[in-house]
């Protein structure tokens, strides 16, 4: 049976989360790359998921609503389901210090180094 991914695994393989990780992958005129929300993904409201409120669309990020962002998150099936809102809102924070320091000069020429002398 396959190990089941933690949420940050998961969050981790979204599309979204990839390119917002990317050193240098474009943001918006705050020097956001990404910004996640949580709410309820459906009518019923027994589904919580994370998901982008900025996209790449068109080439270009997006600021959209939260409802086009809900919508657009369950057409693309690629928001993070979460047990509750705390979970979800930490994970958030998690998210963004995680690709503050993907995208920082410094681990990434620490990287180059390593990889350079054949260290992973």
Avoid: C, H
Avoid at 105 to 120: D, S, V, W
């Amino acid at each position: 049976m396959p190990k089941k991914l933690t949420l940050m695994q998961q969050a981790k393989s979204k599309p979204w989360y990839k390119r917002a990780a990317k050193l240098f992958s474009q943001s918006t005129k705050s020097n956001e790359t990404v910004r996640t929300a949580v709410e309820y993904m459906d009518e019923d409201e027994t589904i919580i998921g994370l998901f982008p409120t900025i996209r790449e669309i068109d080439g270009k990020l997006v600021k959209l609503s939260r409802a086009r962002a809900i919508e657009e998150a369950n057409k693309n099936k690629d928001f993070v389901k979460v047990p509750d809102f705390t979970t979800g809102n930490t994970l958030s924070k998690e998210l963004s210090k995680e690709i503050g320091v993907a995208r920082s000069i410094l681990p990434y020429t620490e990287r180059f180094k390593q990889a350079r002398n054949g260290k992973k």
